[in-house]
């Protein structure tokens, strides 16, 4: 309890105030009401202010298998890789080096979800938990003027990490749309993701790192075209026919944020997690959720009705919505 002596002190001051000021009801007792506030207020903060201990950050396994199972529609891969990655990292005591995750997919297909869901089962405070932290390049690192400004970025950026882990070692930091990222600039982070136990007395071990792209995807909806094709289940796709190049193809794009990244030749990005583009099922299976999620009773006419409003592709099959489940929040309100 950080702020006890200070507290006492105050109090001290306080409670010493109504003998001194004996002959003076009314401000004494206004005095007096004061102090009680301000503990009050102190022993309030202690309670419910968020700290970096088991409290406010304890992994739920569990929660996160049934968060996946029964909010994350059409990603059987990523599930899976999601929820061995994590519970592996999350339940090892000594890990020798940060989670880093890459996840790569169409437009709306899950890649925010999946954060936020990562970041429910591991913060009480999920998303709004002071210890996640994300990071939008078009707004907070924008390609103008870069080249001038490209040692203060990744200054900036450095001690964005540093501070945020030196603050509390379990954080976590989400990097959205790798691919509008100044190509190069990711490495900088390099060291912190590292196997190094300290670095300036600071060890990044415990922190969870997700970058979240659209590069590196053209070859998901081939794979699952085929599949579909061929009349196989879509369920029986596995890893490895979806990511074999997916590292390499990453490192030679100029445009996906990991263009000739040290993080990929040093193999520091633990797993590279594919997301499918949805079809027309995952579509009415978002519909349905996102209604009731509105406190509305879920209609399957309604629903079905929106989603044969969306664009599929390719062009002759229509098989994967353009925008996964991306604008049917908005859509399901016209047609509610
Ligand atoms: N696979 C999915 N299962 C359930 N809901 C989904 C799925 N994919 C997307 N959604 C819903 O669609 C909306 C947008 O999804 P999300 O933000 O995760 O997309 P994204 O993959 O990050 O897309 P982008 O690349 O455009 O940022 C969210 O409301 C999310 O709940
Ligand atoms: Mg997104």
Same mark, same amino acid.
């Given at each position: 309890m950080r702020a006890t002596y200070k507290t006492f002190f105050v109090f001290y001051v306080l409670i010493s105030n109504v003998f001194v000021n004996a002959l003076e009801p009314i401000s004494t007792t206004f005095v007096f009401g004061l102090g009680v506030a301000a503990v009050g207020r102190k022993l309030y903060n202690y309670v419910y202010d968020e700290r970096c201990n088991s409290k406010w950050i304890a992994f739920n396994s569990t929660g996160l298998e049934v968060a996946l199972d029964q909010k994350?529609?059409?990603?059987h891969v990523a599930s899976r890789v999601i929820q061995k990655a994590v519970t592996g990292f999350m339940n090892n005591?000594?890990?020798k080096k940060p989670l880093v995750l890459s996840l790569h997919g169409w437009?709306?297909?899950?890649k925010n979800l999946v954060s936020q869901l990562i970041a429910e089962n591991v913060y009480k405070?999920?998303? %709004?938990?002071?210890f996640v932290h994300q990071l939008d390049f078009t707004r907070?690192?924008?390609?103008?003027?870069?080249l001038e400004n490209y040692k203060v970025k990744q200054s900036q950026l450095q001690q964005w990490v540093k501070g945020n882990v030196t603050n509390c070692p379990r954080s976590m930091f989400i990097f959205d749309e790798?691919?509008?990222?100044?190509?190069?600039?990711?490495?900088?982070?390099k060291p912190y993701l590292d196997?190094?136990?300290?670095?300036d007395g600071v060890s990044y071990r415990q922190a969870i790192f997700i970058f979240l792209s659209? %590069?590196?995807?053209?070859?998901f909806a081939q794979v699952a075209l085929e599949f579909w094709k061929a009349g196989r289940?879509?369920?029986? &796709?596995?890893l490895h026919d979806l990511e074999p190049d997916l590292s390499l193809s990453l490192f030679n794009?100029?445009?996906?944020?990991?263009?000739?990244?040290s993080l990929i030749e040093k193999n520091l990005v633990d797993f590279f997690v594919p997301f499918l583009p949805l079809e027309y099922r995952h579509v009415l299976l978002c519909g349905m959720a996102e209604m009731s999620a509105k406190g509305l009773e879920p209609n399957q006419d309604v629903v079905d009705k929106m989603a044969r409003d969306l664009l599929y592709f390719p062009?002759?099959?229509? &098989?994967?919505?353009?925008?996964?489940?991306?604008?049917?929040g908005s859509k399901l309100d016209y047609f509610t």
């Amino acid at each position: 309890m950080r702020a006890t002596y200070k507290t006492f002190f105050v109090f001290y001051v306080l409670i010493s105030n109504v003998f001194v000021n004996a002959l003076e009801p009314i401000s004494t007792t206004f005095v007096f009401g004061l102090g009680v506030a301000a503990v009050g207020r102190k022993l309030y903060n202690y309670v419910y202010d968020e700290r970096c201990n088991s409290k406010w950050i304890a992994f739920n396994s569990t929660g996160l298998e049934v968060a996946l199972d029964q909010k994350l529609f059409g990603q059987h891969v990523a599930s899976r890789v999601i929820q061995k990655a994590v519970t592996g990292f999350m339940n090892n005591k000594n890990p020798k080096k940060p989670l880093v995750l890459s996840l790569h997919g169409w437009s709306g297909t899950g890649k925010n979800l999946v954060s936020q869901l990562i970041a429910e089962n591991v913060y009480k405070e999920g998303m %709004a938990s002071s210890f996640v932290h994300q990071l939008d390049f078009t707004r907070h690192f924008p390609h103008r003027g870069q080249l001038e400004n490209y040692k203060v970025k990744q200054s900036q950026l450095q001690q964005w990490v540093k501070g945020n882990v030196t603050n509390c070692p379990r954080s976590m930091f989400i990097f959205d749309e790798m691919e509008k990222m100044i190509p190069g600039l990711i490495d900088c982070i390099k060291p912190y993701l590292d196997y190094y136990e300290y670095l300036d007395g600071v060890s990044y071990r415990q922190a969870i790192f997700i970058f979240l792209s659209n %590069a590196g995807i053209e070859n998901f909806a081939q794979v699952a075209l085929e599949f579909w094709k061929a009349g196989r289940d879509r369920e029986e &796709i596995q890893l490895h026919d979806l990511e074999p190049d997916l590292s390499l193809s990453l490192f030679n794009n100029k445009k996906s944020g990991l263009w000739h990244s040290s993080l990929i030749e040093k193999n520091l990005v633990d797993f590279f997690v594919p997301f499918l583009p949805l079809e027309y099922r995952h579509v009415l299976l978002c519909g349905m959720a996102e209604m009731s999620a509105k406190g509305l009773e879920p209609n399957q006419d309604v629903v079905d009705k929106m989603a044969r409003d969306l664009l599929y592709f390719p062009k002759s099959e229509k &098989i994967f919505s353009v925008k996964g489940c991306k604008t049917i929040g908005s859509k399901l309100d016209y047609f509610t």
